[in-house]
C-alpha cells in the first residue's frame, strides 16, 4: 500500500467513526452505542481478535496494520447496510475486556435443514453404532466399544458446562447423524513450535454416521459451531488437527478457510503408527468474521 492509499484509507476510517455511523446511530435506537470512540472500540477490536491496545499503539487509525483496518472499515460497512449485527460485535469486544459474562449456551442452533443440539440419552445407542463402524473409524486407531463410547459421549456433554460450549449433535431428518463444535483438548500436545502456545487452545472437530457423508454438514455445521463460539465466547481462534492421511477432514479444514501451518507427531499413538503424523490448521475469529462478511457482500451484490 502507497503512502496516498493508506492516507486514504485513514480519511475513510475517520469518516466511517467519526461521522457515518454517529449519525446513522439516530435511526437505530437498538444499537447499544452511539458515540465515535464506542464504534472505534468495537470494530478495532474485533478486527484485531481482542482489545486492540493489546497489539496496537495508539493512535490506532495510525498504527494499524493496513489489512486489519481494512477489516474494521469492512466490518462497519456491513454494519451501516444491516449485514452484520453490532451488538454481536460489541458483545465480544466486552467479552474480551472483562466486561461482561459469557452467556449460557443455548439448546440448539438451527441450521437449514439439520440442527445442532445439546446432547441426550437416547443418543448413546446411536453414538455407540458410529463409533463401531470400521468406515467411520478408520482414521482413528481403533473403534469404540459400546461402555468406550458411553463415556465419551458423557464426556462431551459435560463440555458445555465446564467450558460453556461444546461438541454439538448434529440432528438431521435421519435422526442423530454425529457430532460437530468445539472443545478444549484433554492432553497436551506438541504445538509450540508451530503457534508459539500448547495451552489454552480450542479445537473444532466432527465425527459424522456415513448416511450423513456428502451432503455438507460438517462444514455447515461447523460455522455455524463458530459462529457460535466466536460470538457468543468471543473466543480468539481455534485450531484442528487430524492425521496426514484424512484427506476428507483435511479438505473440510479448507473449506472452513483455515489456514495449514504444519505437522507433528500425536504423542497417543506411538513410532511408527500409520496415523501419527498429524497435520495442524487454524482460524482466527477475525478471519472467520471477515469472510462471513465478504460472502455477505457478494450476495446482496456489492463487489467489495
Not at 469404540?144 to 458411553?150: G, H, M, P, V, W
Not at 457430532?179 to 497436551?188: D, H, L, Q, T, Y
Request: charged share 25%; with cysteine; proline share 9%.
Amino acid at each position: 500500500m502507497t503512502a496516498a492509499e493508506a492516507e486514504a484509507q485513514q480519511r475513510r476510517w475517520r469518516a466511517l467513526v467519526d461521522e457515518r455511523l454517529p449519525a446513522a446511530a439516530a435511526a437505530h435506537p437498538d444499537w447499544p452505542v452511539s458515540r465515535n470512540h464506542c464504534f472505534a472500540r468495537i470494530l478495532l477490536d474485533n478486527a484485531c481478535g481482542g482489545p486492540w491496545r493489546e497489539s496496537v499503539a495508539p493512535p490506532a487509525w495510525a498504527n494499524m496494520p493496513p489489512e486489519r483496518l481494512d477489516l474494521a472499515l469492512s466490518l462497519g460497512e456491513a454494519v451501516l447496510a444491516g449485514r452484520q449485527d453490532l451488538a454481536v460485535l460489541n458483545h465480544r469486544s466486552l467479552v474480551w475486556r472483562r466486561k461482561l459474562r459469557l452467556p449460557p449456551a443455548p439448546l440448539s442452533l438451527p441450521g437449514e435443514d439439520f440442527s445442532l443440539r445439546r446432547w441426550q440419552l437416547a443418543d448413546d445407542e446411536p453414538f455407540a453404532a458410529l463409533c463401531a463402524d470400521p468406515e467411520v473409524m478408520r482414521f482413528f486407531p481403533a473403534p469404540k466399544t459400546a461402555r468406550e463410547s458411553q463415556t465419551e459421549a458423557r464426556a462431551l456433554a459435560r463440555r458445555f458446562d465446564e467450558d460453556g460450549f461444546g461438541p454439538w449433535v448434529v440432528e438431521t431428518a435421519e435422526g442423530f447423524s454425529g457430532f460437530v463444535g468445539c472443545w478444549r483438548p484433554s492432553r497436551p500436545l506438541p504445538l509450540g513450535p508451530l503457534i508459539g502456545q500448547e495451552t489454552g487452545l480450542v479445537e473444532i472437530g466432527w465425527r459424522l454416521a456415513w448416511p450423513a457423508w456428502g451432503r455438507g454438514f460438517a462444514v455447515r455445521g461447523a460455522r455455524l459451531a463458530l459462529a457460535d463460539v466466536f460470538s457468543r465466547c468471543a473466543l480468539t481462534e481455534v485450531v484442528a488437527y487430524t492425521a496426514d492421511l484424512n484427506a476428507p477432514s483435511r479438505r473440510v479444514m479448507e473449506r472452513l478457510g483455515m489456514s495449514e501451518v504444519g505437522g507433528f507427531d500425536h504423542p497417543g499413538l506411538p513410532e511408527g503408527h500409520g496415523l501419527r503424523p498429524h497435520r495442524l490448521y487454524r482460524l482466527a475469529a477475525a478471519d472467520f468474521m471477515a469472510a462471513d462478511a465478504t460472502a455477505a457482500n457478494v450476495l446482496a451484490g456489492d463487489p467489495a
